[in-house]
Structure formats: structure tokens, C-alpha cells
């Protein structure tokens, strides 16, 4: 009898707390998506093998591709403040990655390799030419295996802070598929992504990691990353355990030495792993020009956007 009372507690019990977490799951989606700032009206939609694409195109000229920075909290919203300027005098593309954005959030296990197919494809079919590419950070790593992969596709290259290769290189353990699964359970999982991506810990990053001047963190910019993390229920959780347990990695250092690329990366000097990380590059291809600005950190294209600019219109011109 007391063994019964006690599964018929636990049950009551389980089933309020999963209550609980759905509730929690769709106020989060509810709140983060409310002002709705990335609007799909805004953007043409790419329909590849694996879900929607969405992207920006503005301007005329020689194709130029911006490729956000590769975690759930970025989208092409991370080029508003460059990409009018750079559409005076080219063809602008601003992609949303899959899992990102306002591109779909399909279930499956990403990879490094699924966008280095995403990028093949989306040049090929969407800008049709050779083209240069701006990227952001983690996503450097897709841009240098397409490269290596396809030399037709893309010219010049700049990487802005791009990951260092030694993380950069680490595998999945042993763990990593348990905790996949858990982190891909509809409930519990959500409830768990929803935890590590609520607003003050986004805005913590922008003020401490991202921006050097945290009274240049503007509150869209945060509103911005916390749409982008919820949008589609969610489902950026798919994105996220991947990334966070090593499946988008890649050991990329055996396909630089085939690149040809002309490649300049632009750090933020006012983080010294962003320059140590850079210095790994350079050592591989001697020939990768290293280009500082001061008093930026993850962010340089945000936080100091006119200078940024004028910096990248000295290496393309």
C-alpha cells in the first residue's frame, strides 16, 4: 500500500513538473518572439534539401556573402549596420544559417560538413558566380572547408575573430550522445535549452565578452539574439546540442595548406585570445595579413561599424 501511495506521488509529482516546464517552454517562446524584430517579410527564402534558407539581398555589383557568427543566438540581424553601405557598391547576400535566424530548425544532428553543403549550394544555386565572403567567428571554419572542398566558389575571404583551431578540433566523448538525446527531448530538453538562453544571460555576454564598451550594448541588438534563439518553438535546441558537445567541429587544419585564397582576419584587439587564435592561422598560411581594432572585442563589426567598414573597403579595394 505505501508503495503505491509513494508511484502515485511520483507520478503526480512528474506530472506537475512537466507541467511546469511546458508551461515555462512556451512563455519563453512567447516572450522572446513577441516584438517579432526579425520579420520574414524582409527576406527571400532559399529551398534546400534540409529546410528553408533565408537571406538578404541588397544592391548591385560583384557578390559580396555575410555569414553570421554560428550559435543559436545569431542571424544575418549582425550585419544591419554594415550591409546598406557595402550594397553601394555590390551584391549583398546576408544568409541565415540553418537552425538560425528566420531558416528552419529541422531535427537532425548538425555538423560542420552539412554547412560546408549549405554554403556549396547556396553560392551555386542562389549567387551563381564567385564570390567574396565576410564571416563572423565560429562560421569561419564552414567558409575555410568549402574553400578547401570546391576552389571555384569563393575569392577573398575575412574571418572576423575566427575560433581557434585547437577547440576548434575537439571531438565528441563518449557522453555526448546521451546528453544529445536529453537535450533533444521535447519537454525536459526544451526546458533545459530555454534555461541557457534567457535574455540576462544573453545581455551578460554582450557586456562582458562581446562589446568592450558595454554602454555601446544596445537592447535591440539583445532582443535580436533572444528572438533568434526561440523563434519555431525553440527548436534551435537542435542547433545548440551540437554545437555545444562538439559535433560542429572540425579539424580544419589539414585543408589549409590547400587554400589559395587571399584571406585577412580582423580581430578585436581588446581581447588577447582573439589575437592568439589569429596568430594560429598565420602560422599555417604565413601569407593571412591580421588587422586589429582597437577597443572592440567578439563584436568589431557591431561596435565600431564605421570603422569596421572603412577597414574592409581598404583590403577589397
Not at 52 to 75: D, E, Q, R, T
Not at 224 to 250: D, I, W
Not at 256 to 267: E, F, M, P, Q, V
Request: glycine share 4%.
Amino acid at each position: 500500500m505505501d508503495m503505491n501511495k509513494t508511484l502515485k506521488r511520483l507520478a503526480v509529482f512528474t506530472g506537475v513538473t512537466l507541467t511546469t516546464m511546458h508551461v515555462f517552454n512556451r512563455l519563453s517562446t512567447y516572450i522572446a518572439t513577441a516584438d517579432n524584430l526579425l520579420e520574414e517579410d524582409e527576406y527571400a527564402f532559399y529551398e534546400w534539401k534540409y529546410g528553408k534558407i533565408a537571406y538578404k539581398k541588397k544592391g548591385s555589383g560583384s557578390p559580396l556573402l555575410l555569414i553570421h557568427n554560428f550559435n543559436v543566438f545569431s542571424s544575418s540581424h549582425e550585419w544591419d549596420r554594415i550591409i546598406d553601405c557595402f550594397s553601394e557598391t555590390n551584391t549583398v547576400y546576408s544568409i541565415d544559417l540553418l537552425g538560425c535566424g528566420c531558416s528552419d530548425r529541422p531535427i537532425l544532428t548538425y555538423t560542420n560538413f552539412l554547412y560546408v553543403q549549405l554554403l556549396t549550394d547556396f553560392i551555386k544555386d542562389v549567387i551563381g558566380e564567385k564570390t567574396d565572403v565576410i564571416v563572423s567567428r565560429d562560421s569561419s571554419s564552414f567558409v575555410l572547408m568549402t574553400c578547401a572542398n570546391d576552389e571555384t566558389l569563393i575569392d577573398r575571404i575575412i574571418m572576423i575573430n575566427p575560433q581557434n583551431l585547437v577547440s576548434l578540433a575537439k571531438v565528441p566523448s563518449k557522453q555526448s550522445k546521451l546528453l544529445k538525446s536529453i537535450l533533444y527531448m521535447p519537454v525536459i530538453g526544451t526546458f533545459i535549452y530555454n534555461m541557457k538562453t534567457r535574455k540576462d544571460i544573453i545581455n551578460e555576454r554582450f557586456t562582458t565578452a562581446y562589446f568592450y564598451n558595454q554602454n555601446k550594448v544596445n537592447e535591440k541588438d539583445v532582443l535580436a539574439c533572444f528572438e533568434s534563439s526561440h523563434r519555431n518553438k525553440s527548436h534551435s535546441k537542435y542547433v545548440y546540442a551540437c554545437q555545444k558537445l562538439g559535433y560542429t567541429n572540425a579539424n580544419i587544419s589539414f585543408c589549409l595548406s590547400k587554400l589559395k585564397n587571399k584571406i585577412t582576419i580582423i580581430i578585436g584587439n581588446d581581447n588577447p585570445e582573439n589575437t592568439l587564435a589569429a596568430n594560429q592561422y598565420q602560422n599555417q598560411i604565413p601569407e593571412i595579413e591580421i588587422v586589429g581594432i582597437d577597443h572592440t572585442k567578439m563584436l568589431p563589426h557591431i561596435e565600431k561599424s564605421e570603422e569596421f567598414i572603412e577597414t574592409v573597403k581598404n583590403i577589397l579595394n
